[in-house]
Structure formats: C-alpha cells, structure tokens
C-alpha cells in the first residue's frame, strides 16, 4: 500500500525530512509504504552549496533533468566527477556530505530502512559512497514512477506504481550489475567483442577510446579490429565514438541548461569549437539551435 509521506510530521523524523530542513522546503512528490520501510521523493532544487547531515537510512538519489554539473565534496574539495541527467549516487547512512548545486536540480530520491538491508544481507553494498554513476535502468524507473503519479488515482493505478518502486528498490539493492548484455558470449567471438566495446563505449562516452587501447583490451590487432567493427557496424571504431557522444549531447542539451562548454568537456571533446563542428555535422544545426528547437517543441 502507498501513503502520502507527511514530511512535517514531527514523529517521523525520518531522512526525507531532513533534507526537507536542510533545503528548506519539501519534495514535490513523496510517497511512503504503509510499514515506513521505503520512502520515495521528487525534489526540486535551485543554486546553492548544502550541507547534509547523515540520514538515518542509505539514500539511492537519481538525477532526472537540471544541470550536468553537480558535484560532491571529496576530502578537501569538490569533485572532479559531475552529476549529469541519467547519473545515480548511493549514500550511505549517516555519512555527511556536501552537494554543489548550480542550477536547477531536478532529483528522485528513494531510501530503504536498514533493517530491510539488514535483513536483505546487502549492508556492506551501502557501507561507501558512490557518486554519480550511470544508470539507465533507474533512471527508466523513476521516470516511469513519477509519469504514474502524475495520473489520476485509482486502485489500478496504485498497484502499478507499487510494482515499479518493489523494481526499483530490488535493483538498488543488487547494486552494480557484474555483467551486462554485452557479457553473454554470442555464436561469434568477435562478435561478443564487439558487443562489448560497444557496451563499454556507450557506458563512458566521455573516456578515451583509443583504437589502440581497445584492440589490445580485445587481444587482436588495430587493423583486425578496425575490419570485423565495420563489419559489425557499418562504422568504424572512432565514428561509433563519436556518435555515441553526440547521442549524449542531444540528450544533456535538451534535459539541461549546462553551457556548451561543460557539455564538451564532460564528453571528452578537445574544445568547444570542436564539439559544435561535430555537432553540426551529425544533426545539421548547432548545439545552441538543437536545444532552442527542443525547448519550443
């Protein structure tokens, strides 16, 4: 069953509520099962720097939409990694931490009691932070969940949402997949590498994709590679590269407002004037006319 979660409630000083006093305000959505054993939250966030206290519970956090460039603070600064649409973060219960905000933040947030982690054997999968890892299939989830809440109530409804969050909790706690689609050998060897690079490349658009670094992670040779890619493909390893990336500008440029320049860095292009022309090139328009297109639409 789901309930409304009272955020002012001064029983249930739970972890939702104290991000509510930390951001002095409470979360657009929120919804609790009837036992308090998870709590689910949008929450809307602006500029700022924050401080959070340790919560009671670990905190699975998904970025929705808003700026590709939120950071944590890391031992004596702010992190090189950034928080950008799609990202999740696990923090641990009762660890503080500090968020760097500078924009718009749009974020789902789902917290699990410990005792059902206890239970679930998985505490130590929670005992560490970890901060902004990509995750498409959360990222899917909660977007489904809150498309749901936004619909008119009905038992059927309910249930529904009941079932995606029952989802979203057994995917965080299984925690990082150990293999992927790409892991399963298929009848071709080759094949399965390929399927991996892709995978691999499609994961971490932003990392340094050499040919050369990528032929010896698959034990054949630079040519070899360059043929059976094309083969599989019909592109070669640095087009798919690069596609990939592009892919991932047009969905930062239309689910954010991180300048072009952030967007170039956070993809691994060497400039900016070098991502607009690759821009340009893929989709016929410029990185500023795509987003202004996609804003209107």
Not at 258 to 263: E, G, S, Y
Not at 269 to 287: D, I, W
Request: glycine share 6%.
């Amino acid at each position: 069953m789901i309930t409304a979660c009272n955020i002012a409630s001064p029983s249930a000083w739970h972890g939702e509520a104290i991000i509510a006093d930390t951001l002095r305000r409470g979360p657009e959505v929120s919804l609790e099962s009837s036992d308090g054993r998870w709590r689910f939250s949008r929450w809307r966030q602006f500029v700022g720097s924050y401080a959070l206290p340790g919560l009671p519970d670990p905190l699975f956090v998904v970025q929705l939409a808003g700026k590709a460039n939120v950071r944590t603070w890391d031992r004596d600064g702010w992190s090189d990694d950034a928080a950008y649409p799609g990202a999740a973060t696990i923090v641990p219960a009762t660890m503080q931490t500090r968020w760097l905000v500078d924009g718009e933040l749009d974020v789902i947030t789902l917290s699990i009691d410990s005792d059902e982690l206890r239970s679930a054997s998985v505490l130590d999968q929670f005992s560490r932070m970890r901060f902004a890892f990509n995750d498409p299939l959360g990222s899917a989830l909660s977007r489904q969940i809150l498309a749901e809440l936004y619909e008119p109530e009905s038992g059927a409804r309910d249930i529904y949402v009941a079932s995606l969050i029952d989802a979203l909790k057994a995917h965080m706690l299984r925690g990082p997949a150990r293999t992927t689609a790409a892991d399963f050998p298929v009848s071709a060897f080759s094949s399965y590498r390929i399927h991996h690079m892709m995978d691999t490349i499609r994961r971490h658009p932003e990392a340094e994709h050499s040919l050369e670094k990528m032929a010896a992670d698959a034990g054949i040779t630079p040519s070899h590679l360059c043929r059976v890619f094309r083969k599989a493909t019909n592109m070669t390893p640095h087009q798919f590269v690069l596609k990939t990336r592009l892919e991932r500008a047009q969905q930062m440029l239309a689910q954010s407002d991180a300048p072009m320049n952030v967007i170039a860095e956070l993809l691994g292009f060497g400039s900016q004037s070098s991502f607009n022309r690759a821009f340009l090139k893929f989709c016929g328009e410029t990185p500023s006319c795509y987003r202004n297109r996609r804003s209107l639409s």
